[in-house]
């Protein structure tokens, strides 16, 4: 599978989150949500996207959207996160893949010549019908949550 785009019905799941609840696509007609898909907590990559998306929560809720990280970290690993750094949005775990595999996000990657399979930092911005308004592939961290946050302003 690929990454959903721009027309396509956004792939339904439910998954557990660092909360106490499972959060669910299909829970959030009405609501835009920004699913972005990351590699790994507490690296310097992730850790600044998480922030970035944070800091700006409040401008996304007054456009009526739901912020969720998705990576393949435990529940508890997404808690510890979470609270070291003080972050304001929902984190989902996929510890099976299923949803990242779905989404088309865990692919075969290359790092200094070696080969591995991980996810590609990718975001989905999901209308509140359910079909993908904007989708992001091999995100660049720096301004990337401005850029979600602006196709949100536009949708």
């Given amino acids: 599978m690929t990454l959903p785009q721009k027309g396509d019905a956004a792939p339904d799941f439910t998954l557990p989150t660092d909360g106490e609840r499972d959060f669910s696509l299909s829970a959030q007609r009405g609501k835009k949500v920004v699913l972005f898909f990351y590699p790994k907590d507490d690296t310097s990559g992730c850790t600044a996207e998480a922030l970035a998306f944070t800091a ?15 990576s393949p970290d435990s529940v508890k690993k997404h808690a510890k996160f979470r609270d070291k750094h003080e972050l304001d949005v929902i984190l989902a775990s996929d510890e099976e893949k299923t949803v990242l595999e779905t989404y ?12 591995y399979i991980g996810v590609q930092r990718s975001t989905v911005l999901v209308g509140e019908d359910g079909q993908v308004l904007e989708s992001w592939w091999k995100v ?9 946050l602006a196709a949100v302003e536009s949708a």
Avoid: Q, T
Avoid at 140 to 148: F, I, L, N, S, Y
């Fill in 104 to 115: 088309g996000v865990w692919v075969e990657k290359s790092m200094y010549g070696r080969k």
């Fill in 56 to 70: 700006l929560k409040e401008k996304f809720a007054e456009h009526g959207a739901v912020i969720v990280g998705i």
């Fill in 140 to 148: 660049k961290v720096p301004d990337h949550a401005e850029a979600v």
